[in-house]
């Protein structure tokens, strides 16, 4: 079992280079499936979601490899199913956008129910809703959702909540569909819009992502392309975090300012200085880390990913906040965890009261999903003593090079072997 082991106490300072958007990255790799010849696909981070999606594909059949450590090649020739690993696909949520890509590609799609982190039911009506519209009938059975269709013709979509998933699944879906399909209460998240920009460079004609309505105009061919993927903002803004709760300095670099932006802006009502450059974002510490209420929000509010992140250091930030939960059901479990540390945080519903104290303790816990563990780092980097994370394979599903990277900045933080005997080898 590993574990990480952090020393906390430690000021961060200096520059973390951020990765590819893992978000973007799990769209766009099942997308490359929908060309006629091979892509390459760069800026891609090296992480646990992605080399799932990347084992499913080539169990599918695809030419797919890494050309180095940040770009994959894909050629989705050789494919000859439409049927994706039963076990690989639970195991991720992104897994369900092969359903939209191969009803593109194939008119047929079976891939199972997604996985990934567990706060809260995934329902998947609104995709299935779009790919109805769009011709498709489907089943549920054995955990397996079967959609096809004997061709997929344009149509107007409304999704009755915003959902990133679903906008995403429809338009893998339309882009070859015959006529025009238009999404209204659209998402309207930077790896949407990414997704898009990559299918138009395939060919596609994808008008208005970034917008609540976007039209996509059907085409009959995609070719190959190389392509770079955005910048992980979650990612950034967890680093940013990270640097806020040591009271260190911290520059995240190869970032989009502006998808930061409601981060930023939280940072600075606690009280840090942020300062923006082209592709970089400093938060210093200045002697203060006030409260601040959050609510998660849909792009371009702030996003459910950084919740629990924000929310490990509004714990000890001075005064009282709380932190509105809108997007997710059940995405407070980590609090339990947070409260062995010490913090003073009660909940009701999707509604956290945060009373901020002086500082955290050190004590084992565990990452119970993804961004949970990010905020368990961001508390044991901050604390007094040393604590141990348990489950950190949750952590790695998003985070690359995440000891390393936190090293490079000064935290002191090991990744550590369990075994069965109870002794703890350094790694």
């Not at 949520?93 to 799609?109: E, T």
């Not at 009502?269 to 601040?292: I, P, S």
Request: glycine share 10%; charged share 20%; with cysteine.
């Amino acid at each position: 079992m590993d574990k990480f082991l952090i020393n906390g106490g430690k000021q961060l300072k200096g520059e973390v280079v951020i990765s590819g958007a893992k978000n973007a990255a799990i769209a766009i790799i099942p997308a490359a499936i929908l060309s006629d010849e091979a892509c390459r696909i760069e800026n891609v981070p090296n992480i646990k979601d992605v080399n799932a999606m990347v084992r499913i594909l080539h169990d599918m059949g695809a030419d797919i490899h890494w050309v180095n450590r940040s770009t994959l090649l894909i050629d989705p020739r050789p494919i000859g199913t439409y049927v994706a690993s039963y076990e690989l696909a639970r195991q991720m949520r992104g897994s369900y956008y092969l359903l939209g890509a191969l009803l593109g590609r194939c008119n047929h799609a079976i891939v199972s129910m997604p996985g990934g982190c567990d706060f809260g039911v995934r329902p998947i009506d609104q995709h299935l809703k779009g790919f109805a519209a769009l011709g498709a009938e489907y089943t549920l059975e054995g955990g397996m959702v079967n959609v096809s269709a004997s061709s997929l013709k344009g149509s107007s979509i409304y999704l009755d909540v915003v959902s990133v998933g679903a906008t995403i699944n429809i338009m893998l879906a339309a882009v070859k569909a015959s006529g025009m399909t238009v999404i209204e209460n659209a998402a309207k998240e930077p790896h949407i819009v990414d997704l898009a920009n990559f299918l138009n460079t395939m060919g596609a004609d994808i008008r208005g992502a970034g917008t609540d309505v976007i039209k996509i105009y059907g085409v009959e061919h995609l070719h190959g392309v190389t392509y770079s993927i955005i910048p992980d903002q979650i990612e950034a803004g967890t680093y940013m975090v990270a640097g806020a709760a040591t009271y260190g300095d911290v520059t995240v670099t190869n970032v989009i300012p502006k998808h930061l932006e409601s981060i930023t802006a939280k940072l600075e009502e606690m009280g840090l200085e942020v300062t923006e450059y082209d592709e970089a974002v400093r938060v210093r510490y200045v002697g203060k880390l006030n409260k601040c209420n959050v609510k998660t929000m849909p792009h371009p509010g702030f996003p459910t990913d950084m919740q629990p992140q924000i929310t490990a250091l509004l714990s000890i930030a001075k005064g009282t906040s709380i932190v509105n939960e809108s997007v997710w059901d059940n995405r407070f479990r980590y609090i339990d965890e947070l409260k062995r540390m010490g913090a003073q945080v009660s909940v009701d519903g999707k509604l956290a009261v945060v009373e901020g104290i002086d500082h955290l303790n050190a004590a084992p816990v565990k990452a119970t999903d993804l961004r949970a563990g990010a905020a368990m780092v961001i508390a044991a980097l901050s604390a007094h003593g040393t604590s141990e994370i348990e489950q950190i394979r949750n952590i790695e599903r998003g985070y690359e090079h995440i000891v390393e990277k936190l090293q490079g900045i000064g935290a002191d933080i090991r990744r550590i072997t369990v075994r069965d005997d109870e002794e703890a080898q350094a790694v």
